[in-house]
């Protein structure tokens, strides 16, 4: 989920500030990296926190910053600072 919402960003960034094909794939990487951790970051929320099935069905299938906005909604304020807290927020 998170992959795809940051591969989606990425292009849009590369596309609207003009980015070289070495300056996307740069971009691409520090995207797919923090990416990586960021999903980790929210899988580990998920299990400790005990996520409600609405909440990982919304996540899966948000594919836009706003929609996944909408998918914090589906979780307490306890799992939601405590998936910030995590992600260094």
Same mark, same amino acid.
């Given at each position: 989920?998170?992959?795809?919402?940051?591969? !989606?960003?990425?292009?849009?960034?590369?596309?609207?500030?003009?980015?070289?094909?070495?300056?996307? !794939?740069?971009?691409?990487?520090?995207?797919?990296?923090?990416?990586?951790?960021?999903?980790?970051?929210?899988?580990?929320s998920?299990?400790?926190?005990?996520?409600?099935?609405? !909440?990982?069905?919304?996540?899966?299938?948000?594919? +836009?910053?706003d929609?996944?906005?909408?998918?914090?909604?589906?979780?307490? !304020? +306890?799992?939601?600072?405590?998936?910030?807290?995590?992600?260094?927020?």
């Amino acid at each position: 989920m998170v992959q795809r919402q940051i591969s !989606a960003s990425v292009s849009e960034i590369a596309f609207r500030e003009h980015l070289d094909q070495d300056e996307h !794939a740069n971009l691409d990487r520090l995207a797919r990296e923090r990416g990586a951790w960021l999903t980790a970051t929210m899988e580990r929320s998920c299990t400790d926190d005990r996520w409600s099935n609405e !909440a990982l069905l919304c996540y899966n299938d948000a594919r +836009t910053d706003d929609q996944m906005r909408v998918c914090d909604g589906h979780l307490s !304020a +306890t799992q939601r600072t405590a998936v910030l807290r995590r992600a260094g927020y």
